[in-house]
């Protein structure tokens, strides 16, 4: 059943990977209205899907890659859900939309019940750490979403032609919404990594600072704190601060691929 909702849900966000298609040659309010429903529906039968598989397995782990790609899936989903209800605006989804449809298909092609791999995952901790890192992840994703709109809108600005894009929020709101995302999400990513210390310490005696998970791990941080710092004290904005959030969403890329690579962090293959 997990896996029967979760393509249910894949569905729905099939939808909003047309409007983000469709957004690039035209706008259409109706699609637009048909979208942001699909989204919400499908975010429920995702989190239907996400509760069946863990009352199935009874431990909350996601140490198998399928897993893990359904939960930061939904979590993006949720955080743009989060910033539409403030800002009013589905333009992010362009950015958005397709990613979710892609982690939910590669997910939904190849589900598997959780599973366990150390002891360390029977902890809350480990949860609390995957939980807080992913809704971090989410956070940065959508603030890299705004920030690479934020190009393109200023770049046909500048030319002075209205571009495939020209409905997008004035500038100054897609900067804010990058900014806010990473408000959101800082916090999230700092508490995640702290969770991540006490597991770490607790199953293993330890803390290996040369596992690539856990040295590219601190190197995100360091890229999102540096980001926030300028943000707040240099007074970044624009182009600068969208540069640099590319930078940041480059750097949890390579963290969440080393994810394959570490011997304390490996995903489980399915």
């Known amino acids: 059943m997990p896996a029967l909702w979760l393509r249910v849900a894949l569905g729905c966000y099939a939808v909003g990977l047309l409007y983000a298609l469709v957004a690039l040659t ?3 309010d109706l699609l637009n209205r048909i979208a942001l429903h699909a989204a919400y529906l499908g975010m429920v039968f995702h989190f239907v899907s996400l509760t069946e598989a863990f009352l199935v397995s009874g431990q909350a782990t996601l140490t198998s890659v399928q897993n893990a790609e359904s ?21 992010p989804g362009i950015i958005v939309f397709p990613l979710v449809f892609l982690l939910t298909f590669l997910s939904a092609t190849g589900q598997a019940p959780f599973l366990i791999t150390s002891p360390g995952v029977r902890t809350g901790w480990l949860f609390a750490h995957i939980a807080l890192i992913f809704t971090g992840y989410a956070a940065l994703i959508l603030s890299f979403g705004a920030s690479l709109l934020y190009l393109i809108q200023e770049r046909s600005l500048k030319a002075k032609r209205p571009g495939i894009l020209s409905r997008l929020p004035a500038l100054e709101v ?5 900014f806010r995302s990473l408000l959101l999400g800082f916090p999230f990513m700092t508490l995640g990594l702290i969770a991540g210390t006490v597991v770490a310490q607790s199953t293993y005696g330890r803390i290996d600072l040369l596992d690539p998970k856990i040295l590219l791990s601190i190197l995100m941080w360091t890229v999102y704190l540096l980001l926030l710092f300028t943000r707040w004290s240099a007074g970044w904005r624009g182009r600068r601060a969208a540069y640099l959030a590319a930078g940041a969403f480059i750097a949890a890329v390579v963290a969440w691929v080393a994810n394959y690579f570490s011997a304390i962090h490996r995903f489980a293959q399915s």
């Open 26 to 28: 035209r706008t259409s």
């Open 71 to 91: 939960v930061l899936g939904f979590l993006v989903m949720v955080v743009f859900l989060l910033v539409y209800m403030v800002y009013h605006t589905t333009s």
């Open 174 to 178: 897609i900067d804010e919404i990058g």
